[in-house]
T-cell receptor, first 114, second 113 residues
Framework: DGGITQSPKYLFRKEGQNVTLSCEQNLNHDAMYWYRQDPGQGLRLIYYSQIVNDFQKGDIAEGYSVSREKKESFPLTVTSAQKNPTAFYLC?????????????FGPGTRLTVL | GNSVTQMEGPVTLSEEAFLTINCTYTATGYPSLFWYVQYPGEGLQLLLKATKADDKGSNKGFEATYRKETTSFHLEKGSVQVSDSAVYFCALSDPNRDDKIIFGKGTRLHILP
């Protein structure tokens, strides 16, 4: 079955540690995205990538980093510079980056920093 | 800048009631409009979309019409079920703004049996 997988589902880290969230898709999509969701809030865009080896900052990129070395993978690293990292993180992909193209979402990773 | 405003929740209805979740937007250009649904503990799923004025998106008994004159995209369903309980997000994607999707804050819907 085609889809997007994120792992792990729940992640706990101590303050000051970097942590990497995995996102893999087998939909052959060019575009991939990372969003952050906080309680009672909409989704906010962290980073996005239109093509392998290229990515752009979204609205809240500070304290995060990404890589896009393979078409199917777009890992997100939450660094110690992120002031409030506890949140629900969602990865998405789209066939191409256009305004009409549907984004498909993974199941999310809930990160808790202790 | 572009924005999406949804009615605040939670919205609580009895099974078989009529549902309306209001959504209005502010955008330059001609955005595409979307409704996404999020079930507990899961990611978002596209529910329906409309890409131009007067288009009606529909899926699973839900529908929404792109109204440019009122800048609205209200979600409706004639008879809700308990399984419709979820959080619903209205969103827009503006080709004049690098195609970024702007999401509303979401509306939580509770359906009582």
């Amino acid at each position: 079955d085609g889809g997007i997988t994120q792992s792990p589902k729940y992640l706990f880290r101590k303050e000051g540690q970097n942590v990497t969230l995995s996102c893999e898709q087998n939909l052959n999509h060019d575009a991939m995205y990372w969003y952050r969701q906080d309680p009672g809030q909409g989704l906010r865009l962290i980073y996005y990538s239109q093509i392998v080896n290229d990515f752009q900052k979204g609205d809240i990129a500070e304290g995060y980093s990404v890589s896009r070395e393979k078409k199917e993978s777009f890992p997100l690293t939450v660094t110690s510079a992120q002031k409030n990292p506890t949140a629900f993180y969602l990865c998405a992909s789209a066939r191409v980056k256009t305004s009409t193209d549907t984004q498909y979402f993974g199941p999310g990773t809930r990160l808790t920093v202790l | 800048g572009n924005s999406v405003t949804q009615m605040e929740g939670p919205v609580t209805l009895s099974e078989e009631a009529f549902l309306t979740i209001n959504c209005t937007y502010t955008a330059t250009g001609y955005p595409s409009l979307f409704w996404y649904v999020q079930y507990p503990g899961e990611g978002l799923q596209l529910l329906l979309k409309a890409t131009k004025a007067d288009d009606k998106g529909s899926n699973k008994g839900f529908e929404a019409t792109y109204r440019k004159e009122t800048t609205s995209f209200h979600l409706e369903k004639g008879s809700v079920q308990v399984s419709d309980s979820a959080v619903y997000f209205c969103a827009l994607s503006d080709p004049n703004r690098d195609d970024k999707i702007i999401f509303g804050k979401g509306t939580r819907l509770h359906i009582l049996p």
